[in-house]
């Protein structure tokens, strides 16, 4: 059963341009990862600086490999001075409702 994510992200509103740049890069490797159905960046209309990355995935296993990448080999180490908070991930699953 197929997955979504939402990781939510706070840049420093001088930082945008540089984020921009960073996930340009590194949401092709995400994209490319095995199990990713959609991966999207949703940038609030009112403010550039909140950012969603809207993700599915085919199967939990497939999110946990993901986030077990990016904890290690696959870190993205320019990302943590460029948040102005902690990101927030929550994971969902869908319903019969």
Same mark, same amino acid.
């Given at each position: ?9 706070? @840049? ?8 921009? &740049? ?9 994209? *490319?990862?095995?199990?990713?159905? /959609? ?5 609030? &209309?009112?403010? &550039?600086?909140? %950012?969603?990355?809207?993700? /599915? %995935?085919?199967? /939990? *296993? ?5 986030? *077990? @990448? ?26 019969? /409702?």
């Amino acid at each position: 059963m197929s997955v979504t994510v939402m990781l939510e992200l706070r @840049f420093k509103p001088e930082s945008v341009a540089e984020a921009r &740049e960073v996930f340009a890069r590194e949401l092709v490797k995400t994209r *490319a990862f095995k199990g990713a159905q /959609v991966i999207d960046a949703l940038i609030d &209309e009112e403010d &550039e600086a909140h %950012w969603i990355i809207y993700e /599915v %995935w085919e199967t /939990v *296993a497939d999110d946990e490999a993901y986030r *077990a @990448f990016r904890a290690g080999e696959g870190k993205i180490n320019d990302l943590p001075p460029l948040l102005a908070a902690p990101p927030v991930k929550t994971r969902y699953v869908t319903t019969d /409702v």
